[in-house]
């Protein structure tokens, strides 16, 4: 009878895909449609026998039946075309069958066995909670964007960085295709990092937030995923690198305190208005502070993934953190991930500068553009969803793709709204879904995805509304924590099961840090559209004043940077109030505080201002103390944004207003900083000279050299008599004189580039006679410090010279200045490194200069560069090309930090090394003018560049040369008591003895005797660092002599000694002078072994050219032994 029954009724399927049927199909409604579709089995007897009674899977059923289809077709009986359209699903070939029979054993779940259905109701009531079974981990049509990027990724997990951009619409895949690459990046040991930018944010707060974000997730994965034994070892790794500096991390990254509890943050009390400087962090030193502790978590074997979504909102100060990331030459291993919707930006976006800046910095980088789903990979998509044979969703395939041009995101939305509305349900008896495509033609469906979605929540339930908007005014993602404050309010009560019902119904999921986030950027549009335009600013000001209510008397964390912007959308409610006014003032100020703490700049510079926006005109009057705290704050922060203008206007501001001076002072610190950090140290020695005279003090207009040569033996004077236990124990009291102390010092900064040294040297005078006269501050070390390397300049005084460093290095740590550790280090090594271990010295000064540049004194880090490189160079403490990449990896970064004066020291120490390794054939850039055309006589670039000559001419052999530069560098360093003073006399007392050997000079011999008994002096004071130099000059002068005996044994006490200091070149160049007097007396055999030696020490250097030196004399040396015999 069933049988009988269906067969007497029209297929179900001809009803359903019939598009040319007869007028009535097109009359009749769609509940007529469905209700008949509902009641449809399969029409063929057979079939329905297989499904009812054996109870054979609808699949197969739907399979066997289509086959009988086939059959009926090709034998002809069906000739009318009304019947034939009940053969759509027939099909067609072999291959379509063996299609459908290979996904039946792919996956069985999905498309042989019988979905379960949960029912609720009865006959005509009955309804179902079937949903449709989209694949969501699953990426459809991107196999060829899938195989770029996991090339990529594996290019990485061999130790280089690399760069994938991905662009394209709104739903388009992006964030799948990269979420595609997770499971491999785990599987190697990698990390994935993530952050999302927000259109919702104002522009500051997308700036370093999102990159700090995102590697503050790296630290709890590194505390999850390793055993404490190696979470010690890394822990004791990252205190290593970072010495003090470990709270300059804890302050970015909040969560590294996780990896060990010794890594906390202090409070960022350098905001403070009584704070000297400001806080001298900025966006650069943020991101080299990040860097270095990158370097360190990184590895080609547990590589780092950092993915952020949506750059087109990210500002370039976060897109110029990842290119300093990806850059980096000196040891980390990322693979930095970056999507966009290229549909929203321009040829002039940030992004595109900053794929540029990669290129030109040779790091790879690729980009791939996706498109909406072709016809094929959408069907396939449909098909997984409904649990059909993809041939039977063709038809449905083809209308979805017209209203979505294939956008994935768009496709379910679309498919899912079908379904909401009616028009596509699930058949009972046949056990798929169902659909007529005739009414989802005429039904007029929106062809945008907003207006699906807005259809859809405004179905929805006023709690879940309220969640939504809440969360959409918060948005793409909001804390747990801020949904629990707002539920202890009445009006927004609701929120808490509002969220339960949204992660339900799919508009919400909760994240991996536990942050509830809307499933889709689309899906909040649509959310925070359900607020009307018009009281869109009411209700997030409403929704900051309930949440500043009820968290007032909490430490809420970050969550005050939220309560203040969303207040501050009531601006115009909190002008026209005045109690309003200041409370919101400080609510500002707070969180403009909360931000510096974590160095998040921009965003801290954004809540100050607005904090200043909402003061009365006349506050300087009615609100004096507020604002200059708040004015110095901003101009603070401005500073630490780079935005040096901002900040230069504010501090004049402040000076103008300002009541007295002592309200004045830090304003004037701050701003001579800043024109000292710009290079205009005229402005910044007239900032400093113009407030010491407010504070009393007679700053002469100009110096005369004679002056300070009374003044410097007078303070040494001063010195000797005072120094001791008694004026250490006595703190300078008087607050005036400290400031006087610290405007005196950066006043002799400024006036060593701006004056001429001697100015500086009188302002030294000054300070450090100020401080013995008055008892000792966190002044007093560096003052000392510079003493020190003033009078260093006169050889007679290096003993007190050193003396007075170690004081100052000792008294330093009195005071825990570590702000001031880098340029004490640097001062140090400049006045009498040459007395210290050159190596140990190296790599404090590397030390120093990453220390710098992680604190935001990056002018003083370079000039730490300047120092470390010189030291490699002159003490051959690391391979020439090895310290070739290094020197260029500091001019690359002075790409960013733009200071031409380190540059050209540089360029300097690169053409040296360049010389030194080929001559510059294969490893030199574009010749410049290092010196500088308009340089002034004494200027240190000028003096340098003298050097630099003499050394390169030494060691290429160019005689006559060497002695014109040498001669240069005598009138800039008169006096040996500097470290290149002394260097320079060794190479020109080795030129004059090689001079003397083509020809006898009085005068050159008596220039000899001269360099070495200054020799024997500097070796006295540092024997490891002179000794070889010493015994290499009597060797050469005792063979030039003829006195073979002690030549000799100096060549040989020569080649132990610099061994010993490891002084690789300088031994390859005692193996090499002991070769030529071998080979002068005619001792072949010697000389030989000797060449050879020198050979080995040159290759270890790294100088080819001194190799194929070496190896011509070697060839001679064969030539000539052969001949012999």
């Not at 900083?673 to 113009?690: E, H, N, P, W």
Request: charged share 25%; proline share 2%; glycine share 6%.
């Amino acid at each position: 009878d069933n049988v009988a029954t269906v067969s007497s009724e029209e297929p179900a399927q001809k009803k359903l895909k019939s598009s040319s049927s007869s007028s009535n199909h097109h009359h009749r409604t769609k509940g007529d449609f469905f209700h008949k579709a509902k009641q449809l089995p399969f029409q063929i007897p057979c079939i329905v026998r297989m499904q009812q009674q054996l109870g054979i899977p609808a699949s197969l059923c739907r399979m066997m039946q289509n086959l009988l289809e086939a059959a009926s077709l090709s034998r002809g009986d069906n000739d009318d075309d009304d019947d034939n359209q009940s053969f759509n699903d027939a099909y067609k070939s072999l291959r379509e069958v063996a299609k459908d029979l290979h996904l039946l054993l792919l996956d069985p779940d999905r498309f042989l066995f019988d979905n379960e259905v949960q029912q609720q109701g009865t006959n005509d009531e009955t309804t179902t909670i079937l949903q449709l079974r989209y694949r969501k981990d699953k990426l459809y049509g991107r196999d060829k964007e899938e195989t770029l990027i996991t090339d990529a990724f594996c290019r990485v997990s061999r130790g280089k960085s690399e760069a994938f951009f991905i662009g394209g619409f709104s739903g388009c895949g992006k964030s799948m295709l990269v979420n595609s690459l997770r499971a491999r990046v785990n599987v190697v040991g990698g990390y994935v990092i993530q952050h999302k930018f927000d259109a919702t944010v104002s522009q500051e707060e997308r700036s370093l937030s999102g990159v700090i974000s995102a590697v503050n997730q790296l630290c709890v994965m590194l505390k999850r995923r390793n055993a404490p034994p190696r979470l010690a070892k890394l822990a004791k790794k990252i205190s290593d690198e970072f010495g003090a500096d470990v709270a300059l991390l804890a302050r970015i990254l909040q969560n590294v305190s996780v990896l060990s509890p010794e890594f906390i943050s202090p409070v960022a009390a350098a905001v403070e208005e009584e704070a000297p400087g400001g806080d001298t962090m900025n966006a650069r030193s943020v991101g080299f502070t990040l860097l270095r502790f990158l370097r360190l978590v990184s590895s080609p074997k547990h590589p780092i993934m950092l993915f952020l979504d949506d750059l087109q909102w990210a500002d370039d100060t976060a897109l110029d953190v990842i290119h300093t990331f990806l850059s980096d030459t000196m040891g980390s291993c990322m693979f930095f991930v970056g999507t966009y919707r290229d549909n929203e930006v321009d040829a002039n976006h940030p992004i595109f500068d900053l794929m540029k800046k990669l290129e030109i910095s040779h790091v790879p980088t690729s980009k791939v553009s996706l498109v909406g789903l072709d016809r094929e990979n959408l069907n396939t998509m449909i098909s997984d969803a409904l649990c059909l044979y993809p041939r039977i969703c063709n038809s449905l395939s083809d209308i979805v793709i017209k209203k979505t041009n294939g956008s994935p995101f768009f496709v379910l939305e679309f498919m899912k709204s079908l379904k909401d509305r009616g028009l596509l349900q699930y058949n009972f008896h046949q056990k798929r879904w169902v659909w007529d495509e005739d009414t989802i033609r005429a039904e007029e469906i929106t062809d945008n995805v907003m207006h699906l979605l807005s259809y859809e929540m405004n179905g929805l339930s006023d709690e879940i509304q309220l969640l939504l908007k809440v969360m959409a005014c918060f948005g793409t993602c909001t804390n747990e924590s801020v949904i629990g404050y707002l539920s202890e309010s009445d009006e927004y009560s609701g929120v808490r099961d509002g969220l339960e019902r949204a992660v339900i119904d799919g508009f919400v999921e909760k994240n991996r840090e536990g942050d509830f986030k809307f499933v889709h950027d689309k899906i909040r549009e649509a959310a925070y559209n359900l607020i009307p335009e018009s009281e869109k600013k009411e209700f997030h000001y409403n929704l900051g004043k309930a949440l500043h209510s009820i968290s007032e008397e909490k430490d809420v964390g970050d969550t005050i940077l939220l309560i203040a912007s969303q207040i501050y959308h009531g601006k115009e409610s909190i002008m026209k109030n005045d109690e309003l006014r200041i409370p919101i003032v400080k609510l500002n100020m707070a969180a403009g505080m909360k931000a510096m703490e974590s160095c998040r700049h921009k965003t801290a510079y954004s809540y100050l201002k607005a904090a200043w926006s909402l003061l009365p005109d006349d506050c300087w009057g009615s609100y004096y103390d507020i604002s200059l705290r708040l004015n110095f704050m901003m101009a603070s922060a401005a500073n630490s944004s780079c935005e040096y203008d901002d900040a230069e206007l504010i501090l004049q501001r402040i000076l103008k207003e300002a009541r007295c001076t002592k309200d004045k002072l830090p304003s004037y610190f701050l701003l001579s900083q800043i024109f000292q950090a710009q290079g205009k140290v005229a402005d910044a020695y007239g900032t400093c000279s113009s407030i010491l005279s407010q504070l009393g003090e007679t700053v002469p207009e100009s110096v005369t050299p004679e002056t300070v040569g009374a003044m410097i033996p007078e303070t040494l004077r001063m010195y000797d008599q005072v120094y001791g236990d008694d004026w250490l124990a006595t703190k300078m009291e008087d607050n005036t004189l400290r400031n006087v102390l610290k405007f005196y010092g950066a006043m002799a900064n400024s006036a060593f580039f701006f004056k001429v040294q001697h100015v500086a040297a009188y302002l030294i005078c000054k300070v450090v006679q100020l401080s013995l006269q008055n008892g000792v501050c966190q002044h007093t070390p560096l003052a000392l410090m510079q003493l020190a390397d003033t009078i260093s300049l006169d050889g007679n005084n290096v003993a007190i010279s050193h003396r007075i460093a170690n004081n100052a290095m000792e008294l330093s740590k009195k005071f825990n200045i570590s702000d001031q550790n880098a340029e004490l280090q640097l001062i140090f090594f400049h006045a009498v490194g040459h007395l210290e271990c050159f190596h140990s010295g190296i790599q404090r000064l590397r030390g120093c200069f990453e220390s710098a540049l992680s604190s935001g004194n990056a002018n003083m880090g370079f000039l730490c560069v300047q120092q470390l490189i010189l030291f490699s160079i002159i003490s051959g403490g690391k391979e020439l090309t090895s310290l070739l990449k290094e020197i260029d990896y500091y001019l690359h970064l002075l790409q960013t930090y733009k200071s031409e004066m380190t540059r050209r020291f540089l360029l300097n120490s690169r053409e040296t090394v360049s010389m030194l390794i080929d001559k510059g054939e294969a490893t030199s850039i574009e010749a410049q003018e290092c010196p500088g055309a308009d340089t002034e006589p004494g200027n240190v670039i000028l003096n340098m560049f003298y050097f630099h000559r003499a050394f390169q001419s030494y060691w290429l052999g160019f005689s006559e040369r060497c002695c014109h530069f040498a001669q240069k560098c005598f009138v800039a360093f008169p006096k040996p008591g500097r470290l290149y003073g002394t260097q320079v006399r060794f190479y020109h007392g080795l030129n004059l003895l090689d001079m003397l050997k083509k020809k006898t000079n009085a005068l050159r011999r008596k220039e000899v005797d001269e360099v070495i008994a200054l020799m024997k002096i500097a070796a006295s004071h540092a024997d490891s660092n002179f000794r070889n130099k010493l015994e290499l000059l009597e060797a050469e002068k005792y063979g030039l002599d003829a006195r073979h005996s002690q030549a000799v044994r100096l060549y040989d006490a020569a080649i132990a000694s610099a061994k010993n200091s490891k002084f690789i070149h300088e031994q390859g160049l005692a193996c090499e002078k002991a070769g030529f007097y071998y080979k002068k007396i005619r001792d072949v055999r010697n000389a030989f072994d000797y060449f050879q030696q020198a050979r080995a020490c040159y290759e270890e250097w790294g100088s080819r050219v001194k190799v194929e030196f070496i190896r011509r004399e070697l060839d001679g040396l064969n030539i000539h032994y052969q001949l012999t015999l």
